[in-house]
Nanobody
Framework: VQLQASGGGLVQAGGSLRLSCRTSGINFRIAVMNWYRQAPEKQRDLVAN???????DYVDSVKGRFTISRDYARNTVYLQMNNLKPEDTAVYYC?????????WGQGTLVTVSS
């Protein structure tokens, strides 16, 4: 199983980024996909997730600004991040789990300058 995250970078406050997480080795069509983030010296927190059917949920702090989506043909999950704020600065990780096992991508750094 591999989850390969990409798309992070440096952006000014108010800007946008789109993260991608390409997966292999899992049944993407039935997988629940998650995006987490970990800011410096803080715990890793769930930001958004999307079910196999496409239903999405978000932490309150990103509602209305972030959108999670999935492309079944590319086995890829995305996180569109708009109106970014300095407090969104973190390493972002994609994640999935099944039958008691959990897999993580390598993380992609998002830095938002004020």
């Amino acid at each position: 199983v591999q989850l390969q995250a990409s798309g992070g970078g440096l952006v000014q406050a108010g800007g946008s980024l789109r993260l991608s997480c390409r997966t292999s080795g899992i049944n993407f069509r039935i997988a629940v996909m998650n995006w987490y983030r970990q800011a410096p010296e803080k715990q890793r927190d769930l930001v958004a997730n999307v079910t196999s059917g496409g239903s999405a949920d978000y932490v309150d702090s990103v509602k209305g600004r972030f959108t999670i989506s999935r492309d079944y043909a590319r086995n890829t999950v995305y996180l569109q991040m708009n109106n970014l704020k300095p407090e969104d600065t973190a390493v972002y990780y994609c994640n999935t789990f099944r039958r008691g096992r959990e897999w993580w991508g390598q993380g992609t750094l998002v830095t938002v300058s004020s």
